[in-house]
T-cell receptor
Framework: NAGVTQTPKFQVLKTGQSMTLQCAQD?????MYWYRQDPGMGLRLIYY???????DKGEVPNGYNVSRLNKREFSLRLESAAPSQTSVYFC?????????????FGSGTQLSVL | KQEVTQIPAALSVPEGENLVLNCSFT??????LQWFRQDPGKGLTSLLL?????REQTSGRLNASLDKSSGRSTLYIAASQPGDSATYLC????????????FGKGTTLSVSS
């Protein structure tokens, strides 16, 4: 029972480099999310996909792009990494609709931008 | 815009004590609220989900309540144990459609034996 799988677990980038964080869920969930977690700032929503084929901005979308590749996969791309994007990134998923909002989280990706 | 606040930021208690964690939110139209637990270096685990039609939810030694009129939710932990040491976060809907959640900054609980 894998649940939500994120890759990689750790990554170090130089300023200006690009990379894609991968996320896949095997629970047949409709909705998927990307959050970042920073000390003192808590967990903040970057982008979400309420259903396959849709994506929407969250609280802190600047500097990121997302792709809902299919129902299982939701990727987060940093086109030109900045030190301010050093953070722990979490992917999550849930069924869609009221009464089905329970979120399931991946184990996170620790990203450092030098 | 929904804002979620948790007080206190940190709490230390001796084993066996009953305790309450607080969560407040600004949008009284909230229709559900969720409590999570996060262990150091780990992802979040959903503990309890309360719909607005419910006043509370219980799971083992945990009881969560939701009072929309006052904009507050509480997580009650009975007979605390060292294994309860973790960060507890509450989350409410980010938008009217409820298609995403936003989080409070959490309360870090330490239970000493």
């Amino acid at each position: 029972n894998a649940g939500v799988t994120q890759t990689p677990k750790f990554q170090v980038l130089k300023t200006g480099q690009s990379m894609t964080l991968q996320c896949a869920q095997d629970m047949n969930h409709n909705s998927m999310y990307w959050y970042r977690q920073d000390p003192g700032m808590g967990l903040r929503l970057i982008y979400y996909s309420a259903s396959e084929g849709t994506t929407d901005k969250g609280e802190v979308p600047n500097g990121y792009n997302v792709s809902r590749l299919n129902k299982r996969e939701f990727s987060l791309r940093l086109e030109s990494a900045a030190p301010s994007q050093t953070s722990v990134y979490f992917c999550a998923s849930s069924e869609a609709g009221r009464g089905h909002e329970k979120l399931f989280f991946g184990s996170g990706t620790q990203l450092s931008v030098l | 815009k929904q804002e979620v606040t948790q007080i206190p930021a940190a709490l230390s208690v001796p084993e066996g004590e009953n305790l309450v964690l607080n969560c407040s939110f600004t949008d009284s139209a909230i229709y559900n609220l969720q409590w999570f637990r996060q262990d150091p270096g780990k992802g979040l685990t959903s503990l309890l989900l309360i719909q607005s039609s419910q006043r509370e939810q219980t799971s083992g030694r945990l009881n969560a309540s939701l009072d929309k009129s006052s904009g507050r939710s509480t997580l009650y932990i009975a007979a605390s144990q060292p294994g309860d040491s973790a960060t507890y976060l509450c989350a409410g809907p980010f938008n009217q459609a409820g298609t995403a959640l936003i989080f409070g900054k959490g309360t870090t609980l330490s239970v000493s034996s």
